[in-house]
């Protein structure tokens, strides 16, 4: 298996919504690829204690609080920036599991603009140093969420289907340029985060998504598929990777020892 050396041009890697999960698995891993990460949350504490553990295993990382809604704020960030590697999208997550029927329309914003808004933001903002790079790479985070529906989760699925779409058009868009553009979408995986923020905080709700799944997918799979992903040749573009726990068949159907 050949894994590609970051290159000197392209050895930045911006996390976003690394503070816990997926996020902060990611920019440990990419670090340990030997990238210089540059890892955004909106929570500061969260953030600069993730680059000090970094750090301190003798790996380049930078904390930066960031809202990726607020566009001022990240097109403020990007200046830091001539030349980066990659973007990871990673921030968002769900709010709610309701009916359509009666799902709140606050969520359901939040979550698109989280979702999607959020990686526009980043993207837009950050493509130019990534092609500056000569050899750039945005990943978008996205979910089995965005492939196929399930009951309770249309405004979820629907922000999901809108990052889908945004990386799916982004690719055609820029081909021929030197930026690749790479989906992950996870399935089932047990963070100590996504179910609880879901449920409003709900611990017995939030562990009812998992309640007899063997082994759902860790923070650490995912991140494993993404840092897989981005180390690949430059000429190899995954355009999208699906994940899944082996207890997990599709959205609805997923094995449980009860
Ligand atoms: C998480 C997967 O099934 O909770 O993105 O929508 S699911």
Known sequence: MSTAAPSAASRIAVVTGASSGIGAATARQLAAAGYRVVLTARRKDRVERLAEEIQAAGHAA??????????????????????????????????????????????????????????????????????????????????????????????????????????????????????????????????????????????????????GVAEPLTADDVADTITWAVTRPSHVNIDLLVVRPRAQASNTKVHREL
């Open 62 to 211: 930078t904390a930066y609080p960031l809202d990726v809604t607020d566009r001022a704020a990240v097109d403020e960030f990007a200046t830091a920036f001539r030349t980066i590697g990659v973007l990871v999208n990673n921030a968002g997550g769900a709010l709610g599991a309701d009916p359509v029927a009666t799902g709140d329309p606050a969520d359901w914003r939040t979550m698109y603009e989280t979702n999607v808004l959020g990686t526009l933001n980043l993207t837009q903002a950050l493509l130019p140093a990534l092609e500056a790079s000569g050899d750039g790479t945005v990943v978008v985070v996205s979910s089995t969420a965005a492939h196929s529906t399930y009951e309770g989760g249309a405004g979820y699925v629907a922000a999901k289907h809108g990052a889908h779409v945004l990386a799916e058009t982004l690719r055609l868009e820029i081909v021929g340029r030197p930026v690749r553009v790479v989906e992950v979408a996870p399935g089932m995986v047990r963070t100590e985060e996504f179910a609880l923020t879901r449920f409003g905080g709900d611990a017995d709700k939030a562990a009812k998504v998992y309640a």
